[in-house]
């Protein structure tokens, strides 16, 4: 009787501990709630951008450049791929391709000419398959580190206004996206003064301008201009040279943009050709001025359209 009471004390016993122990472990079992608030901390780690972005920026609308760094401490996995978009001013997407993408660079200690390309693959950790028109950089040879400003420059074709981009950054098997502020959108004023103003020296009060690469005094400029007639002679019956129309009419807009009546990137697609042409040529001075270079139809189209535009409602 004694043997059977011990074994029902221990058997009571145990079962006594395994209810303990049972209750001990609901006690120290995690809640839902806290399952889920870790669940979304881990979701927000992985999608903190490892990357700060500067706004985007250019000197003539055709090049632009934004600048990238780290934005997490430890170590950090190079940039697999950089995607990018534009919007305009009038919040429309410009369609980045081969057509209108001359080139592209990324410059940290050293400056690395990028291949553009224009499609992310399949499976990638940045799921592009809903975005299109967007330009892809990758292949970077520099390592992401500490305190180190890289800066991406991107050069079109032809001049554009952007009122913001789309950064997708690929690093390692994840992807993060930031949209960057571009210039301000204002509104251009494009009426200013026609060439005929700028025929007289004093006009330009002081001044003098550069163009294609050379610095011309007013009465060079003058000198040009008007060609083979004097201030307020008669007109040229000749036709113009496409250098003598390009000069006339680019130094047009710079000047206007000097004394504030037009606004600083009026024009910029146009006298962007202009630049390029004049930049081929010596300075025009030093030509036989009945004899100027001539033949480029980028810069006469460009010529043509300040020409008609700049004046506005009234004829030189």
Not at 187 to 199: A, I, N, P, R, S
């Amino acid at each position: 009787m004694l043997h059977t009471f011990k074994k029902l004390s221990i058997g009571l016993g145990a079962m006594l501990l395994m209810v303990s122990c049972s209750k001990d472990m609901e006690d120290v079992t995690p809640s839902a709630a806290l399952n889920a608030s870790a669940t979304n901390a881990a979701k927000a780690a992985l999608t903190t951008n490892p990357l700060t972005f500067s706004s985007i920026g250019s000197a003539d609308g055709k090049t632009w450049s934004f600048t990238l760094q780290k934005a997490v401490d430890g170590n950090l996995g190079n940039v697999g791929a950089l995607l990018l978009t534009l919007t305009d001013c009038d919040d429309t997407q410009i369609a980045l391709s081969a057509a209108n993408v001359v080139s592209a660079t990324v410059t940290g200690a050293t400056t690395q000419a990028l291949v553009p390309s224009y499609k992310e693959g399949n499976g990638s950790a940045c799921d592009m398959s809903a975005v299109t028109g967007y330009l892809r950089l990758s292949d970077f040879t520099e390592k992401l580190t500490d305190g180190k400003v890289y800066t991406v420059t991107v050069t079109l074709n032809q001049a554009v206004r952007v009122k913001s981009a789309t950064v997708w950054a690929r690093v390692s098997n994840t992807c993060s996206s930031t949209t960057i502020a571009g210039p301000a959108c204002e509104v251009e004023d494009l009426c200013g003064e026609g060439q005929g103003y700028f025929h007289k020296s004093a006009n330009w009060q002081g001044n003098t301008v550069t163009i294609g690469g050379h610095t011309y005094t007013a009465e060079e400029a003058v000198t040009l201009i008007t060609s083979d007639k004097k201030e307020g002679g008669s007109n040229n019956k000749g036709g113009i040279a496409d250098s003598k129309a390009a000069f006339a009419q680019g130094v047009t807009v710079l000047m206007n943009r000097k004394f504030g009546w037009i606004s600083g990137n009026a024009y910029a697609a146009e006298l962007a050709a202009i630049e390029a042409y004049l930049s081929t040529l010596d300075k025009l001075t030093t030509y036989d001025l009945s004899d100027l270079p001539t033949g480029n139809d980028a810069a006469k189209t460009a010529a043509g359209y300040i020409g008609d535009s700049i004046k506005c409602g009234d004829a030189e």
